[in-house]
């Protein structure tokens, strides 16, 4: 039985890890540093050298950067952060990018005047260590542990900032979570719904991204979401819940990776987890018109049950966390479809099951392609969780217990998936673009 206190706390980290956001905040986070180091230096740098964790090469390398003139990626976030951007407006600082900027920061990248390493001094997850040069002169600039920290800063000899000492001595990883499926039901079939009507507005927030993605001239991404609703897939799809579903999610993820300058509401620090939780619930809602107020319970429930799978997993994982996020979509959408506490839990498990070993391989415009099998699969683990139909406890890495299903899974990803990151990251890296 939760208490007034645990509902006041669980609806706050509600609150901290469900925001609107523009961008990705990996290639935001390497701008950041960059035009810090200019600041720093006091004029325009001649070389810049960046060195970065895993984690944020992986997740920059390849999607698009809002304002940049559809220029994509690490390259495009330190020409641009180099050249333009404003370090006093923290992660927002590209949002006053100029295309005289874009074209400056084109033969910034051209003519090779940046580099990037892997850091390979530092346990940090989120790490940015930028050094821009020009002439005798160098600044250098450390961003550690939240995207826009910034905890060391030096120009030529002298050390103007370091708070490197503040930093944890463990990797960034949480091994334990307050939360269960049980303690999540209960706080969103309980809590005030006044309090959560925020979700609401983020994913009709999300929901007018996707929207973008079907206008006639539009040309996001891959167009996915826009071809599921075209004439042709719809005489061989058919438009109703379950396609319509699919391609919202996909619409929003065609513009967000195109590097649009849109809000999104995000979970998890992720746009396209945000997306994956809160579009399939959204537009499932609308299409079997539920109240407003179950969308919001709905709603509730998928975005805490993602939070849960996070603060499990860690940020640092070989799984592809869209495909892990729309285990909360199959559970808020069982919800809208009448079940009980049992059914979501099947939702999970059946979600669970078939979303085990999916790998990420970065935050790239091809996304789209796992969020619609991840969405599909949903779906589908909603529609077998109504029929009382889930997976067994003998089947791999499924239990009774739903909360030892996801802690198997968090496992897996936190630490048995770490080698397989390190494969992908080389295999990425060893490509042309550094």
Avoid at 51 to 64: D, E, N, P
Avoid at 195 to 221: R, W
Avoid at 366 to 388: D, H, I
Wanted: charged share 20%; proline share 3%; aromatic share 6%.
């Amino acid at each position: 039985m939760l208490s007034r206190t645990d509902i006041q706390n669980i609806l706050k980290l509600l609150r901290k890890e469900v925001l609107p956001a523009i961008g990705g905040n990996e290639t935001r986070m390497v701008a950041l540093a960059c035009a810090k180091a200019r600041e720093v230096l006091g004029q325009e740098p001649d070389m810049v050298k960046a060195k970065l964790s895993s984690y944020i090469i992986k997740f920059a390398m390849g999607v698009g950067v809002p304002n940049a003139c559809g220029m994509v990626g690490i390259p495009a976030a330190i020409a641009l952060g180099s050249l333009a951007g404003k370090p006093e407006l923290g992660l927002e600082l590209l949002k006053d990018i100029t295309p005289d900027d874009c074209a400056r920061a084109r033969q910034f990248v051209a003519d090779k005047r940046w580099s990037v390493v892997t850091a390979r001094n530092t346990f940090e997850v989120v790490y940015a260590e930028v050094k821009a040069i020009a002439g005798d002169h160098q600044a250098k600039v450390i961003i550690a542990k939240d995207y826009a920290n910034v905890v060391y800063v030096k120009r030529d000899n002298e050390v103007l900032f370091d708070e490197r000492c503040s930093l944890a001595t463990e990797h960034d990883r949480k091994h334990e979570s307050d939360l269960t499926i049980a303690k999540i039901y209960e706080f969103a079939t309980k809590c005030p719904l006044d309090s959560l009507e925020f979700l609401l507005k983020g994913a009709q927030m999300n929901k007018k991204v996707a929207e973008m993605a079907y206008l006639p001239d539009a040309n996001y991404g891959l167009n996915l979401g826009k071809m599921l609703k075209g004439e042709f897939e719809s005489r061989m799809v058919g438009q109703n819940a379950m396609p319509r579903v699919v391609s919202y999610t996909c619409a929003a993820c065609d513009v967000r990776m195109s590097g649009v300058s849109v809000p999104i509401s995000t979970n998890s620090g992720s746009g396209n987890q945000g997306i994956t939780v809160s579009l399939p619930i959204l537009i499932f809602a609308e299409e079997t018109l539920c109240t407003e107020a179950k969308t919001i319970r709905a709603l509730a429930i998928g975005n805490l049950v993602n939070i849960y799978i996070r603060q499990l997993l860690g940020k640092l994982s070989a799984h592809c966390s869209c495909v892990l996020a729309a285990t909360g979509a199959a559970c808020g959408i069982t919800y809208l479809m009448g079940g009980n506490y049992d059914q979501i839990t099947y939702a999970v498990k059946n979600q669970l099951a078939g979303a085990t070993g999916m790998i990420c391989d970065g935050c790239k415009p091809s996304c789209v392609l796992k969020l619609s099998s991840a969405v599909s699969s949903a779906f589908q683990s909603a529609m077998m969780a109504m029929e009382n139909i889930h997976v067994a406890s003998t089947d791999g890495i499924i239990e009774d217990d739903v909360d030892k299903c996801i802690d198997n899974l968090a496992s897996i990803g936190r630490d048995a998936m770490l080698e397989v990151d390190n494969v992908v990251l080389n295999i990425m890296t060893d490509k042309h673009f550094f």
